[in-house]
């Protein structure tokens, strides 16, 4: 992609962007890598709003960590949550959940949990909530601490098969109850029909676009197949290469494919985009 600069006019940047495997490094979960691409963001004043198959609680954290509060969406676009008020919530959408405006577009987590127990009786799958902590922390990496943070869940079901081929038979099943399967950079995700990330940027975009009564240039930066709906709403779509070098295979053309995974990757691209909006910042 050659005419960001084009495409830029008076527009307001928005950066939507997963973390696992794009801006946190996918084996330690580390985005030392892209702190100078931060604290630019951070000094112009753009909104960063991750967008993530980790739960409220997790995104929380990591916020924390990194000193933003921007709204943010979580589990694959389950849920967008916002600490400000932004007003023109679609109605039919809005709930009041843990003290946050919310539009939730997943399906409640005990229908999620209801579908997978009934399953288990013919495939072998196991999601989060048959898990325990220490198993999550294991096939995750994550400490048990923040292991257990990804068990409260709200929308989704992240889960493993033991036989792949079982998969067929879920994803029918799937279907016929109004969920569907997607996959992540560890994990396959049980989600609701209309609970995928694309909706949920589309909701965001469309209320900054009207708060800030200014159109949007938003940039997306995923790594994985759960990430491509999102890539699809941005007028930038970066796509960050797997730890191995490879690219998720996408239909999408026109893309920005970041030079180094995780961290790195998403530091690189972010300045690349910046220098050609914002030059000299
Ligand atoms: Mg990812």
Redesign the pocket.
């Known amino acids: 992609m050659d005419n960001i600069k084009d495409i830029h006019e008076a527009k307001r940047l928005i950066i939507f962007s997963?973390?696992?495997?794009?801006l946190l490094d996918h084996s330690d979960y580390s985005w030392t890598s892209a702190l100078p691409a931060l604290e630019r963001i951070q000094r112009e004043h753009v909104p960063l709003i991750f967008c993530?198959?980790k739960t409220r609680v997790e995104v929380e954290l990591i916020q924390k960590e990194i000193c933003i509060t921007d709204p943010f969406i979580v589990e694959n676009g389950g849920g967008i949550f916002f600490l400000q008020d932004f007003g023109d919530i679609p109605d039919n959408k809005a709930i009041t959940l843990c003290g946050y405006q919310c539009v939730r577009l997943g399906t409640p987590y005990e229908t999620i949990r209801s579908f997978i127990k009934y399953q288990k009786k013919k495939f072998t799958i196991r999601g989060f909530g048959d898990m325990t902590v220490e198993e999550i922390a294991q096939l995750t990496g994550l400490s048990a601490e923040k292991a257990a943070l990804a068990k409260e869940r709200d929308f989704t079901e992240p889960f493993i098969v033991g036989q792949k081929q079982d998969l067929v038979g879920l994803e029918k099943a799937a279907r016929n109850e109004g969920l569907r399967i997607t996959k992540?950079?560890r994990f396959y995700h049980l989600v609701g029909y209309g609970n995928n990330k694309g909706a949920a940027v589309r909701i965001v975009k469309d209320l900054y676009s009207r708060s800030w009564q200014s159109p949007i240039l938003s940039v997306g930066l995923?790594?994985?197949m759960?990430?491509i709906s999102m890539l699809e709403q941005v007028e930038i779509p970066v796509l960050i290469p797997h730890d191995d070098g490879l690219y998720e295979n996408t239909y999408l053309q026109d893309l920005i494919k970041a030079p180094y995974p995780g961290s790195k990757g998403w530091n690189h691209a972010v300045h690349r985009i910046m220098d050609q909006i914002i030059p000299g910042t």
């Open positions: 997963d973390l696992d495997g794009s993530t198959s992540g950079g995923g790594d994985s759960n990430d």
